[in-house]
């Protein structure tokens, strides 16, 4: 799909109605290069969009219109896989990632085409639009202050991205490059949608935005340096950031690992609830 094709339009109001389910793939395809990141498309028998498989930077994240795929038990009736073959035999996917359950097929149609799974990552998809008016941060931190990073900043924030990555994003195999890292961190920065957490002078903590869908923000990043957790300074520095963004009118989305359970807590208190369940699966180079 190019900028130009007739499709465009219809993908978009696809995704749009989809968005809640889906804000990290509208966002990907909203911020996608056309000549580097295809979208692919799959129609119904009158032509109506039934899936849309958005790759982007070797990541594949599935779209799939529920209501054309909705079988007679009431479960989702997937597509046969065959139809996927063009697209695995032109690109090397590096990730799948979507609603769970179709990232479930995804995998098993990627494995018909000689592709072994590395590692799997489970989720909570997490949405609000409007941010519990009750503060649960009250209280002060001694020394603490929140503000926006700026690039002088980027020697001190990029330990902390890169812990982040460690701990949150580094898959089996992978290999962690400190300068891709520094790279998107100045990228963030740059941005402006980020918050930094500092103490008596050092950057201790971190939240920003990951991506911009319709009407949605996706938040990710968030992080605070072990030696000071358990002192709500994560409480206060997402309340402050989310609080912000839906400041601008825009509804929030985030991920949390299952297992999660401090930040699941955060959230909860923060008015986000449970969309659905989200998978990240990575495959060996």
Known sequence: MRNKDKDIFPAEDMLRDLEKDYPCAAARFLSREPSKDPVWILKGKKGELSALIINSKSTVLPVFCAENFVAKNGKKDMPNPKFLGGFFQLKRIHSVQGIKEEVIFMEDAVKQFGREISDIFDYDLMSLDQINAQRTDSGSISGLILRAPRMTDLDALAPL???????????????????????????????????????????????????TSFTKYVVGGVYIHPDFRSQGIAGKMAYQFIASLTGDGMGVSLYVKKGNTAARKLYDRLGFKVVNDYRITYFYD
């Open 161 to 211: 991205q890169a812990a982040y990555e460690h701990e949150e994003v580094l898959h089996k195999g992978s290999v962690f490059s400190p300068a891709a890292s520094r790279v998107n961190l100045a990228k963030i920065i740059s941005g402006g949608k980020i918050l930094a957490a500092e103490v008596n002078g050092r950057l201790v903590g971190k939240i920003n935005v990951s991506g």
